[in-house]
């Protein structure tokens, strides 16, 4: 069991960065697999980043390559997500998930631990 607080949401105007932070609470961090979605209105959730325990493979959704970077820093038991040259269309509210061994890093349903997520609004 692990429990999560995701922070660093905001406003930014499109071109600007933001970082959120995901902090665990847990005995088992470094061994999660760590991912981040993120949920517009009226759109289903959807994947936008992943990291492996040891932070050695890291997954981006076509969407955000390029301009988002995961990152996890197991001491500390948070892992990051930088998200550079925001547009509009990358509001949404974002959450972190972890789970031990999901059978895709890529599905939101294989994740057994959620945060309650951070607001992220891009303006024009």
């Known amino acids: 069991q692990v429990q999560l607080v995701e922070s660093g949401g905001g406003l930014v105007q499109a071109g600007g960065s933001l970082r959120l932070s995901c902090a665990a609470s847990g005995r088992a961090f470094s061994t999660y697999i760590m991912g981040w979605f993120r949920q517009a209105p009226g759109k289903e959730r959807e994947f936008v980043a992943a990291?492996?325990?040891?932070?050695?493979?890291?997954y981006y959704a076509d969407s955000v390559k390029g301009r988002f970077t995961i990152s996890r820093d197991n001491a500390k038991s948070t892992v990051y997500l930088q998200m550079n040259s925001l547009n509009p269309e990358d509001t949404a509210v974002y959450f972190c998930?972890?789970?031990?061994?999901?059978?895709?890093?890529?599905?939101?349903?294989?994740?057994?631990?959620w945060g309650q997520g951070t607001q992220v609004t891009v303006s024009s």
């Open positions: 998930a972890a789970d031990s061994a999901p059978a895709s890093v890529f599905s939101d349903n294989d994740y057994d631990h």
């Open positions: 990291i492996t325990w040891t932070g050695g493979g890291t």
